[in-house]
């Protein structure tokens, strides 16, 4: 099943943003990030109809770090969790919660 790995990693990324890391939310959100980076790291995105697509252009969008500037520990991804708005929150837990249906689906239909 192509999909059933980027299923397990959503599922996953889902996980972590549901009960707060010890090291505070901000953790949480940059291991959800890692899972998902781990999920799509050999998705052909181009197989991916437009909902999926849209959710992931809007996901890669919080993810992106290449403002910032890697210092201190964590790395650039909680650095990046540390600015998030309630809204943002809110959108990544949506998008994140959405895209591990899709996976989920798609892997249970076998596309």
Not at 12 to 21: D, F, V
Not at 83 to 93: A, I, R, V
């Amino acid at each position: 099943m192509r999909y059933s790995y980027a299923a397990e990693k959503f599922a996953a990324a889902r996980r972590c943003l549901m009960l707060p890391h010890s090291r505070g939310e901000a953790a949480s959100i940059a291991d959800a990030f890692h899972e998902c980076h781990l999920g799509l790291h050999e998705l052909d995105r181009a197989e991916l109809d437009d909902s999926a697509d849209s959710w992931l252009r809007k996901l890669d969008a919080l993810m992106d770090v290449s403002e910032l500037a890697s210092q201190g520990d964590g790395g650039q991804w909680q650095q990046k969790a540390e600015t998030f708005t309630t809204d943002q929150k809110l959108e990544l837990s949506i998008l994140i919660d959405e895209l591990a249906y899709w996976f989920s689906d798609k892997n249970r239909e076998g596309d």
